[in-house]
């Protein structure tokens, strides 16, 4: 029963650096996300060809290779040009990569949002002497927001389960720990076990979480 206990207290000391990037990267993909959801409902077609490039590209590629060429390949190209460069902090490379990687997810979750608001909704802000920019900003995205939140509760869960991946670039996360550990003690099965039991520690009150804001949000429209 000792060793389980431990494996699960080794897992346990990389949760830190696991929440440190899921919601850092989170709050850059929030605000990312929302630039390029805009952009890509411009009434200018070239710039909604860029940020059609920029999601495809981000969704269309795995995580662990963006990883893998912002931490080694950037830094490697800027050598090439005689630019010396390299990451001091593999969790700041993390960070960026989870965030720019969230954008593209969370830039479609509040596209579809906005485009849930009723188009009303514009027309009265309008007729009310907004601007397009103050209509968005105090109607439309607050509507947005709240019909988008469970959605992106979602991609919160999602992310924190991928950062798993970033052991690859030598982040020492909750995998990264155990990976440590079971490799030097040969002890597999708790040291993986008690990785699993942390994350699942972490998802299901999340998905819980997110259930009881659906519901409300159900309740909330039913009332209307």
Request: hydrophobic share 55%; aromatic share 8%; glycine share 6%.
């Amino acid at each position: 029963m000792g060793i389980y206990l431990k494996g699960l207290q080794i897992a346990y000391s990389g949760i830190a650096v696991t929440l440190q990037i899921t919601i850092s990267a989170v709050l850059i993909g929030v605000a990312l996300g929302l630039i390029v959801a805009l952009g890509k409902m411009s009434s200018l077609k070239p710039v909604r060809v860029v940020f059609s490039v920029y999601v495809e590209l981000l969704r269309g590629t795995p995580l662990v290779v963006q990883a893998l060429i912002i931490y080694l390949g950037f830094p490697a190209l800027l050598q090439s040009y005689g630019i010396a460069f390299r990451w001091d902090d593999a969790v700041l490379a993390s960070i960026l990569v989870c965030g720019i990687n969230s954008s593209a997810y969370v830039a479609e979750i509040i596209r579809s949002g906005l485009q849930a608001v009723d188009k009303g909704q514009m027309e009265a802000a309008r007729s009310l002497g907004m601007n397009h920019v103050q209509a968005m900003r105090f109607i439309i995205v607050p509507q947005a927001f709240r019909i988008i939140l469970p959605a992106l509760g979602n991609e919160f869960i999602s992310l924190l389960k991928e950062t798993a991946v970033l052991s690859i670039i030598a982040v020492v996360e909750v995998t990264r720990k155990s990976m440590l550990w079971a490799s030097q003690s040969f002890e597999f099965w708790p040291a993986y076990l008690g990785t699993a039991v942390v994350y699942l520690s972490i998802t299901i009150p999340l998905s819980r979480l997110v259930a009881y804001m659906e519901r409300r949000m159900a309740q909330s429209d039913r009332s209307k």
